[in-house]
RNA sequence: CGGGGCGUGGCGCAGUCUGGUAGCGCGCCGGUUUUGGGUACCGGAAGUCGGAGGUUCGAAUCCUCUCGCCCCGACCA
């Protein structure tokens, strides 16, 4: 491909509404550009690495026995009433009505249709397993689309979804994809790590996702060096610390003291002079139902929503507001504690260990010292309910766990009956017996995978890009004053490489040689081929790959096999 | 939706407080020059100042309304 004759439009300053690397980057690099907020359009070089992408995740998708459909993006709402998500899954869901006034939505995600599919072609054990997938754009209606292609309303998803007689074979289905996802994740070649994670508000049981590393990422995932415990944050164990201690005769009874304005940890822990362990956090929380309960933990610690959610059966659940906690406890905000409490008390395990302990006293400007839990209060539930933090133990092997950040490209979930019930996808077994298909789902975020690469891999200079998913492999600069002689060489390289199946941008361009350097870099190519004048007579080429310093002279003669050679190592 | 910021040639910005003939850099077009890290010079094209309404002799500038974009919080591939 000759630079000229393609549409990539470079720009040297960094758009004026990008924040994020990757944005900046695939806007300068001519990659694509913003139509509306969270929506943008492909140029030539974005569609290539979208395609690129595309490609690798179908050859892993197919070779898990995975099969490519499309099903349309244009939903009909009785569908989603079925399934109960009409009305559940809010603003997010883009609706609109046709010329007769019948509802539809733009899909976010396909479990209905997907169900609807098979629910009416599929009658039989003997068709089962199956296991569908398709690339298509989505949209969600975010809250707030931000930071370009990381979080943006219409984005390209590649979803899967696997149809299964039993729970076990469902997560046989499970398991293939999951290391389906693993294998293609390798072929793009990312640094990321699968991790445990929450079902969130798709439901199901059983959930990894794939974290793409990097230092941008808005998720923490958790890794155990050790015995490769992998987990997003909230999700992650804090090993147990045994059954709680109980408070002896020779405990000294809990005392009142007056702490008037102290009400974060920190001014508490300073005004008594006791330390942050020495001290027990009561938050409150309200469930669905807005009946308020306390969670307890100690004074260094965090409370992990996400567990106090899935200790009450997965049900939302939300800090209390400030009028809610004055009304129970009797006390302004900051003066929370379990003592004569009139609501449920759930206590993080490490609470346990501890006696003689600092507490809110349920009355403004006082603390209750001295306390035990048991002998002063009752504790509804025990439970891991913190927050891990840097210094943890893993869970499962007791070494010390590694934080990450990392950005979700890819998200799997064992969702067992719940839309093929809701939507009736039956089949009858051996025995004649009709059951509800076990399901799985299965989604990988593909342009976000794009900026997720350029979040990890970039540098001053621009992208960065992996091998596999570089809109072209090597770029060939002709610079110097353009002749006969450096264009008849220039075609002939280029000429070389395309018939040895390498992927060439040719910058024919008349331009000066610092034009070329600046571009190049910019968009990222792996590999630089610099011809000049000097190198034309001495009949050498300088070949750089992008993420090194090292510059390389290869004979002109042997330069398509050479180069060649060099790439076809390169790709995996 | 709440809080903050911003809309001025294609891009990045100044000008707005204190109303008075629309400016700079980059890019683009023509020419000369230069040719290993965005070269230099000359000449040129290009803007209803986001939109609507108002105040005024006069509005990019003041007032009202409105649309769009970005950032911070509740979401997720």
Redesign the pocket.
Known sequence: MRYAQLYVP????????A??VSHKLLVRGGYMR?L???IYSFLPLGWRVLQKIERIIREEMNRAGAQEVLLPSVQPAELWEESGRWSFYGP?LLRFKDRKGAAFCYGP?HEEVITDLVRGDVRSYKQLPLNLYQIQAKF?D??????G?M??RE?I?KDGYSFDVSTEAAHASYEQMRQAYCRTFDRLGLRYRAVEADT???GGSLSH?FQVLAHSG??WVTSCPSCGYAANRELTEVPSSGAPVSAGAEQAASASVETPGQRTVEEVTAFLKVSAQGLVKTVIFCDEADAPFAVLVRGDHEVNEVKVKNLLGGQAVRLARDEEVERLTGAPVGFAGPVGLACPIYADQAVGSILGFVVGGNAKDVHLTGVCHGRDFAVTRWADLRQVEEGDACPRCGATLEFYRGI????IFYLGTKYSKALGASFLDESGASRAMEMGCY???V??IMAAAIEQNHDD?GIVWPVPIAPFEVSLLT???VDDALVEAGQALHDGLVERGVEVLWDDREE????K???T??VGVPLRL?L?A??LKEGKV?AKWRWSKD?EMIDLASAPEVIAAMILKARS
């Open positions: 470079t720009r040297r300053e960094d758009p004026a509404d924040e994020v913003m509306a907020r969270g997010e995600t969600r975010e809250i707030r689309p931000r930071a292609l979080r943006g984005f998803m969130g508000n798709i996702e808005e998720d979700e490209v890819g998200h989604g990988m975020g342009t976000r200079d610079i110097g004053k000066r040689p610092a034009v350097f600046k571009d870099d910019l610099t000049g000097r190198g300088e510059v």
